[in-house]
T-cell receptor, first 115, second 116 residues
């Protein structure tokens, strides 16, 4: 099935550990995004990528690293996890669309708990 | 800076009634897009409806319609004939205009509960 998949769905880790969240899409969409969802904040953009090897910071990038060596994959790494990074993380993708009506398509999310 | 405001943290509606979820936005750019997403308790984000800033008519998708008032910078979602399955979080979002980056700015959401 075509779509966007995130793994793992749930992750528990300890402060100071490195953790990588995976995101894979099968549509060959140009744009990919990472958001975090926290109560009272809605979804906030962490990083985004316009194409392979092109990434840029969003609203809340500190403590996160991304890469995009292939169009279909966009992993998010927490290099040294902190409790404040406990959140639900969503990956999304979209066509190169400018101001068109194409929505972003979201994965099912990864619930990350940092103890 | 672009901003989305959803002032209703929670809303209740009886089954089969209509409900309006409020969304106001702030942007100085003439070209922008507005989206509504639904997030049920299972957690996934489901795209509902889109309104472009130059669209002459209000968007409609089945039981969902968008009450777009450009001068007031509001884009309220109207759900007609509510169903129990409409109980969810609803997010309004704006595509960052004229930047060609496709980024979305989200509001904080409204939790809708439909009761029998």
């Amino acid at each position: 099935d075509a779509g966007i998949t995130q793994s793992p769905r749930y992750k528990i880790t300890e402060t100071g550990r490195q953790v990588t969240l995976m995101c894979h899409q099968t549509w060959s969409h140009s744009y990919m995004f990472w958001y975090r969802q926290d109560l009272g904040h809605g979804l906030r953009l962490i990083y985004y990528s316009a194409a392979a090897d092109i990434t840029d910071k969003g609203e809340v990038p500190d403590g996160y690293v991304v890469s995009r060596s292939k169009t279909e994959n966009f992993p998010l790494t927490l290099e040294s996890a902190t409790r404040s990074q406990t959140s639900v993380y969503f990956c999304a993708s979209s066509e190169l669309s400018g101001a068109s009506n194409q929505p972003q398509h979201f994965g099912d999310g990864t619930r990350l708990s940092i103890l | 800076a672009q901003k989305i405001t959803q002032t209703q943290p929670g809303m209740f509606v009886q089954e089969k009634e209509a409900v309006t979820l409020d969304c106001t936005y702030d942007t100085s750019d003439p070209s922008y897009g507005l989206f509504w997403y639904k997030q049920p308790s299972s957690g996934e984000m489901i795209f509902l409806i889109y309104q472009g800033s130059y669209d002459q008519q209000n968007a409609t998708e089945g039981r969902y319609s968008l009450n777009f008032q450009k001068a007031r910078k509001s884009a309220n979602l109207v759900i007609s004939a509510s169903q129990l399955g409409d109980s969810a979080m609803y997010f309004c979002a704006m595509r960052e205009p004229l930047r060609n980056t496709d980024k979305l700015i989200f509001g904080t959401g409204t939790r809708l509960q439909v009761f029998p």
